[in-house]
């Protein structure tokens, strides 16, 4: 599986943001997906998660309730709605996928990674 990233960029505090994951491969329906983020000097952390149909959903609490990860099957697409975006919320952002239905918070469980897609919020 491949996966390509878009939708970063520049935006103001309380703005909002789609970010977009493109895989490639026919086995896409078949994998849970994750977001991460990593700001620099900090590890890589956890921000959302879905299971390979959709039905379930997990954040961090830290973007609990302003984050929002679906998916599109037909199209081999993960989201992440972003909105009342934070200046903490300055970071590149990573798409992982896990060969497995279920989620997972942990890094290390996912086995492809697209590249980042930097998002920078502006106080």
């Known amino acids: 599986v491949q996966l390509q990233a878009s939708g970063g960029g520049l935006v103001q505090a309380g703005g909002s943001l789609r970010l977009s994951c493109a895989a490639s491969?026919?086995?896409?329906?078949?994998?849970?997906m994750g977001w991460f983020r990593q700001a620099p000097g900090k590890e890589r952390e956890f921000v959302a998660a879905?299971?390979?149909?959709?039905?379930?959903?997990y954040y961090a609490d830290s973007v609990k309730g302003r984050f929002t990860i679906s998916r599109d099957n037909a199209e081999n697409t993960v989201y992440l709605q972003m909105s009342s975006l934070k200046p903490a919320d300055t970071a590149a952002y990573y798409c992982?996928?896990?060969?497995?239905?279920?989620?997972?918070?942990?890094?290390?469980?996912?086995?492809?990674w697209g590249q980042g897609t930097q998002v920078t919020v502006s106080s």
């Open positions: 879905i299971t390979w149909s959709g039905s379930s959903t």
């Open positions: 992982a996928a896990r060969s497995t239905s279920w989620m997972s918070v942990l890094s290390y469980e996912y086995d492809y």
């Open positions: 491969g026919r086995t896409f329906s078949s994998y849970a």
